[in-house]
T-cell receptor
């Protein structure tokens, strides 16, 4: 079945460091891919998405490129801020009525 | 404000009690779903609905019931609460439910933290 695998956390970085959170997927067909962010005590918010191979989703300085050849959708940001501290979830939707979420990666950014 | 509204935000139940978690959205979304979030396990789908009158089971449906009498509302019922149902519950909706090629993302509610003692 479809699945999403994320790197284990927590990831701890200093402010202005470069961020990569790895995400790989298994799916039949051509899924849409998403990154969601969850701040403490809140629900998940859609951060960015890509709907076909080679698409790049971007928002708030975060980027992720849909790589079909490596079945990956890694999240990157060039310079993180303390306010980026949150849990990040990779997810896919493969044309069925279900989204598949990864287990989440906690990011801590230190001032 | 438009969005997904969940009530209550916090609830403590005794084992064997029943209760209903409420979820309402005002975006005319066809697709609604319930997830539970547990440490180290991410989000797991409990039940979902693709429109009024239509519901289906997700990954972990046992112990939960749902109904969808209107487009706006999608309540989740715990029939007889158990400690294993201690979790954070999220309701989410989207326009298309991922069926269309240009998949829509979810809009999530802020969650209900449930403790069963």
């Amino acid at each position: 079945g479809d699945s999403v695998t994320q790197m284990e956390g927590p990831v701890t970085l200093s402010e202005e460091a470069f961020l990569t959170i790895n995400c790989t997927y298994t799916a039949t067909g051509y899924p849409s891919l998403f990154w969601y962010v969850q701040y403490p005590g809140e629900g998940l918010q859609l951060l960015l998405k890509a709907t076909k191979a080679d698409d790049k989703g971007s928002n708030k300085g975060f980027e992720a490129t849909y790589r079909k050849e490596t079945t990956s959708f890694h999240l990157e940001k060039g310079s993180v801020q303390v306010s980026d501290s949150a849990v990040y979830f990779c997810a896919l939707s493969s044309g069925t009525y279900k989204y598949i979420f990864g287990t989440g990666t906690r990011l801590k950014v230190l001032a | 404000n438009a969005g997904v509204t969940q009530t209550p935000k916090f609830q403590v139940l005794k084992t064997g009690q029943s209760m209903t978690l409420q979820c309402a959205q005002d975006m005319n979304h066809e697709y609604m779903s319930w997830y539970r979030q547990d440490p180290g396990m991410g989000l797991r789908l409990i039940h979902y609905s693709v429109g009024a009158g239509i519901t289906d089971q997700g990954e972990v449906p046992n112990g939960y019931n749902v109904s969808r009498s209107t487009t706006e509302d999608f309540p989740l019922r715990l029939l007889s609460a158990a400690p294993s149902q201690t979790s954070v519950y999220f309701c989410a909706s989207s326009y298309s439910g991922g069926v269309r090629v240009n998949g829509d993302g979810y809009t999530f509610g802020s969650g209900t933290r449930l403790t069963v003692v």
